[in-house]
């Protein structure tokens, strides 16, 4: 959009270039939002997947190694 307004020698308008940044914004919410719900989902419908992540999680903030099976 830039490029193309210094092409024509036309200037941005404010309401444009907020509209583009809004929809940057905006965009990169929506991913994040999905690919946490979509990462939950897993998790909660495998328990290896949950009980891995609980491990992993207790070591880092607790300095505790959790064990769940032999399995893990």
Same mark, same amino acid.
């Given at each position: 959009m830039v490029?193309? !307004?210094r092409k024509s020698g036309k200037k941005l308008q404010s309401a444009q /270039? &907020?509209?583009v940044l809004l929809n940057y914004i905006v965009a +990169?919410?929506?991913a994040t !939002?999905?690919? /946490?719900?979509? +990462?939950t989902y897993f998790m909660l419908h495998s328990p290896h997947v949950k009980a891995k /992540?609980?491990?992993e999680l207790a070591f880092l903030f &607790?300095?505790?190694a959790v064990v769940r099976s032999a399995s893990d």
């Open positions: 490029m193309k !307004s /270039l &907020f509209n +990169g919410m929506d !939002s999905y690919v /946490l719900a979509h +990462g /992540l609980e491990a &607790f300095q505790t």
